[in-house]
């Protein structure tokens, strides 16, 4: 049977819809900016690049309500279409050192459950009239922001009144978010590439709150109480602490009126604000994380950088720019075009509310660590030292103001960049100029900040890998006095980076399914594949094929595209994707992944293969069917149905380094919700897939729409419109092209 009608993928073929976020965008991306043509295909000169269409920022009108609450309303009639977000100016930075993690759970918490609605009754309203809902928390803020048609304006911010002002922190939930955010720690702190982040901002940023893991460490995490959670809401959560800002298809007397209508009665309070200490000046310093055992070397090196406030703030962005970031990136050309050392470097400024840092990453194989960390440095010592090409910075000035309208393409995006002007105390009409502004800057302005800001004497680095094997090459390169930490040995408790031999006896582990729970958890898988068509079908699907729309949605706005999938069990699948700047392919097949653009084939990164070969061990049929034949241990889900059943299954084995957990339908039992952690831009993250309309496809319910979320925010959706099982795959789908047959 052949489903031609538009939907959003099922799990069989979306399993791959999970990484292409974290993939595909940085592939189009560096071909686009590269450009570069395979050998043997015609060379023909690029076109002339069309002239800059004028941008308007659209109109908008900022109000201040009587009770402090700061609103404005963006007017965008392009789509029928408004975004909602909702900032409050409580974050990491304003909880007590002793409860880190108070306020990234706070934030994750906040629409399972309010005073008046469940999780579930909240996640039914929002999908009803088909909108979104996030929430989630940073290091100077929590928001809730919803996307929905234009004409459930007034309903949903209803619901984002109540989501903000009445959250329940029932006991069961924060247990829940509790067990899910000290499973995701236990991972990270197996992971190099975070491991690095959160010891880098320890060593820049000291005992000041944004030296702390934003997530919280497994120390802290299970001493936090709901009286600690109500105390934090009640203390910050009010709205003359709050910014909204409304953008889309209304007028301005409709969002303000609406505003004072839901949010009037929402009584100010006197905000005290806690004294942060100031981060400790910049200092050279080497840590060394020890992990025997691995293959790469995580490289950090940064220090303390400016507020997003500062005078010289964008000059000095583009700058490191230059140094590693879009339209140049130097770290890029030296450590992967001429040396080979890796598959990627960059650099970038992170602004904070009363601060900021710099900082420039890569990872390479162990025994070049000493000459990457080498050749990084002197990158940051030639930007102080010698001016800028004037082609580079033509490079940042078109991708920064190339890019600006992309920005400004959705309600949402309009919304995220709105509100990063007011919440930082920045001019609105800011955003009417940003072009010009970038354009202003010169390869003086360049050179300037740069030997004003950066300071390579004074760098902060950081290297996790096996110390034993590049550790003595890090004195001739230049880097003497070294710091040695074992893995097990990292504290990141208040009081500073130190050795605590005691560290890994502190670790939460948890336990292991009891007999009783592993029959229980198989009712729940039974119930599953029963709803999904039987374990007789299942087990008679060897391929399936796909082709749809993908939307991945990014900082810098939405990016569409039709997609391909091929999937043969069990473990090979190619994902096509057709773009504005050409066809993209990324493919797994006996444990090998390589990646297909514009600039030619490559072999996958590591952590790209390991995502990839994670999201077939994630694959629900594959899932269920090993379950069903006693070929993953699990246990049920302890939120209860209605009808007194578990409402989902968490399953643990030693090949999936997470747990992963489905939920089910109390009505039907269709899996309608999966989560578990994956690499997201900033390090592992708590993920999450929704699937919804389902509908059946030769014997098998598929889930139509498929929706993927990182941190509560919507990264990824996905809709089929035509799928097929059991069709022959040519075994070339899946080899590398070029590969010796």
């Avoid at 025997?292 to 490289?299: D, H, K, N």
């Avoid at 070969?613 to 069903?628: F, G, N, P």
């Avoid at 099982?725 to 070339?732: C, H, Q």
Wanted: net charge negative.
């Amino acid at each position: 049977m052949r489903m031609t009608r538009s939907a959003t993928g099922c799990r069989a073929v979306v399993a791959p819809a999970a990484w292409l976020v974290g993939v595909v965008a940085p592939l189009l991306l560096a071909a686009s900016v590269h450009g570069q043509t395979l050998s043997g295909w015609p060379i023909e000169p690029p076109p002339e690049p069309l002239e800059p269409t004028e941008v308007q920022f659209p109109p908008y009108e900022v109000r201040t309500l009587e009770n402090g609450m700061r609103v404005i309303a963006v007017l965008h009639h392009e789509q029928p279409v408004v975004s909602v977000r909702l900032l409050v100016g409580a974050g990491i930075a304003h909880e007590p050192a002793e409860k880190a993690g108070l306020a990234s759970l706070l934030g994750a918490l906040l629409d399972q459950g309010t005073t008046s609605r469940s999780a579930q009754e909240i996640a039914e309203t929002i999908d009803t009239i088909g909108g979104g809902l996030g929430v989630g928390s940073g290091s100077d803020l929590t928001f809730v922001n919803a996307v929905v048609m234009s004409d459930s304006f007034e309903l949903v911010m209803g619901l984002v009144s109540e989501v903000i002002r009445q959250p329940a922190f029932a006991p069961e939930e924060i247990e829940r978010q509790r067990q899910q955010i000290l499973s995701g720690l236990q991972v990270s702190m197996q992971d190099p590439d975070y491991v690095a982040g959160v010891v880098f901002d320890r060593l820049v940023y000291g005992e000041h709150p944004y030296g702390r893991p934003q997530s919280g460490t497994l120390e802290s995490l299970p001493t936090i109480t709901s009286a600690d959670l109500h105390a934090f809401h009640d203390r910050y959560f009010a709205p003359n602490n709050a910014i909204m800002a409304i953008v889309g298809d209304l007028t301005a007397e409709t969002a303000f009126e609406t505003v004072e209508r839901i949010f009037g009665d929402w009584e100010p309070k006197t905000i005290d604000t806690p004294a942060l200490s100031s981060p400790p000046p910049p200092t050279s310093r080497v840590v060394v994380v020890d992990m025997p055992g691995a293959v790469q070397t995580e490289i950090r090196a940064g220090h303390i950088g400016v507020a997003r406030t500062h005078a010289e703030y964008m000059p000095l962005d583009m700058a490191v720019r230059v140094l590693g970031g879009e339209g140049s990136n130097r770290l890029h050309r030296v450590l992967r075009t001429e040396r080979g050392l890796t598959y990627g470097a960059e650099a970038s400024i992170h602004t904070l509310k009363t601060t900021g840092d710099v900082v420039a990453q890569t990872d390479t194989r162990t025994e070049a660590t000493a000459e990457a960390l080498r050749l990084t440095i002197e990158e940051f010592w030639r930007l102080r030292r010698q001016p800028v090409g004037v082609r580079e910075l033509d490079g940042v000035q078109a991708y920064m103001t190339g890019s600006f309208p992309l920005q400004l393409e959705t309600p949402d995006a309009i919304a995220l960049r709105v509100l990063n002007v007011l919440f930082y105390g920045l001019d609105p009409e800011e955003l009417g100029t940003y072009r010009e502004r970038v354009s202003a800057v010169s390869v003086d302005d360049i050179q300037r900040v740069s030997q004003e800001f950066l300071l390579p004497d004074q760098l902060s680095i950081v290297l996790v890998g096996d110390a034993s094997a590049f550790v003595d090459d890090l004195p001739a390169a230049g880097f003497p006095n070294v710091e040695r930490v074992a893995l097990a040995d990292l504290d990141l408790s208040p009081g500073g980076l130190r050795l605590a031999a005691s560290a890994s006896e502190d670790m939460v582990v948890p336990t292991r399914p009891t007999p009783d729970e592993r029959v229980k958890a198989m009712e729940v898988v039974r119930r599953a594949i029963a709803a999904k068509g039987g374990v007789d079908r299942l087990r008679t699907i060897t391929t399936a094929t796909a082709c749809g729309r993908t939307t991945m949605y990014t900082p810098a706005g939405s990016m569409n595209a039709d997609t391909v999938s091929y999937t043969a069990y069990p473990g090979r699948f190619r994902v096509e994707a057709a773009l504005p700047t050409g066809r993209i392919v990324q493919a797994f097949a006996d444990d090998e992944a390589w990646l297909e653009g514009p600039d030619g084939v490559e072999d996958a990164s590591p952590t790209v293969r390991d995502d990839f070969r994670a999201s077939l061990r994630r694959d629900l049929i594959q899932l269920l069917l090993r379950a069903a034949d006693g070929g993953v241990d699990m246990r049920p889900i302890d939120a209860a149905a209605d009808d007194g059943r578990p409402a989902g299954v968490e399953f643990l084995t030693a090949d999936i380094d997470e747990p992963v957990r489905l939920f089910l339908d109390p009505r039907t039992g269709q899996v309608i919700r999966q989560t578990y952690v994956s690499q997201g831009p900033a390090g592992p993250e708590e993920t999450e897939e929704l699937y919804s309309d389902y509908r059946e496809v030769d014997g098998v319910q598929v889930a139509f729409r498929a929706i993927v979320r990182r941190g509560g925010v919507s990264v990824l959706e996905r809709e089929l419109a035509d799928l097929t099982f059991n069709a022959a795959l040519d075994a070339a789908l899946f080899a590398r092209p070029g590969a010796p047959e």
